[in-house]
Nanobody, 126 residues
Framework: QVHLVESGGGSVQAGGSLRLSCAAS????????MSWFRQAPGNEREGVAA???????NYADSVKGRFTVSHDNAKNTLYLQMGSLKPEDTAMYFC????????????????????WGQGTQVTVSS
């Protein structure tokens, strides 16, 4: 059974940085595709970043140049390094696993049969 646990969220001032982690269990192997999504109150869920085992990464336009997604195979952990944070980055951030490719991972309908974590809150104050 796949289990995803996010951590690293918190409160930070605009311009600051945070690193989110997503520890995955039951989702192993040489081939992987994992992604980050976020949802703010009253907003639809938004794909943020994705990475696959080919090394391909994909980012939402709103975070390009500020966020970096990475994956540690040895630790089976997904990361999201967030920099130059803005108040509009405030949201619950979710980790997801089992996309097909990073290029196709962010524009999904419903839960897309991904495995999902419970989320970690990021709050950016101005």
């Amino acid at each position: 059974q796949v289990h995803l646990v996010e951590s690293g969220g918190g409160s930070v001032q605009a311009g600051g940085s945070l690193r989110l982690s997503c520890a995955a269990s039951g989702y192993t192997g040489l081939t992987y595709c994992m992604s980050w999504f976020r949802q703010a109150p009253g907003n639809e869920r938004e794909g943020v970043a994705a990475i696959d085992s080919d090394g391909t990464t994909n980012y939402a336009d709103s975070v390009k140049g500020r966020f970096t997604v990475s994956h540690d195979n040895a630790k089976n952990t997904l990361y999201l390094q967030m920099g130059s944070l803005k108040p509009e980055d405030t949201a619950m951030y979710f980790c997801a696993a089992d996309c097909t490719t990073a290029d196709q991972a962010l524009n999904i309908i419903g839960d897309a049969n991904y495995y999902w974590g419970q989320g970690t809150q990021v709050t950016v104050s101005s």
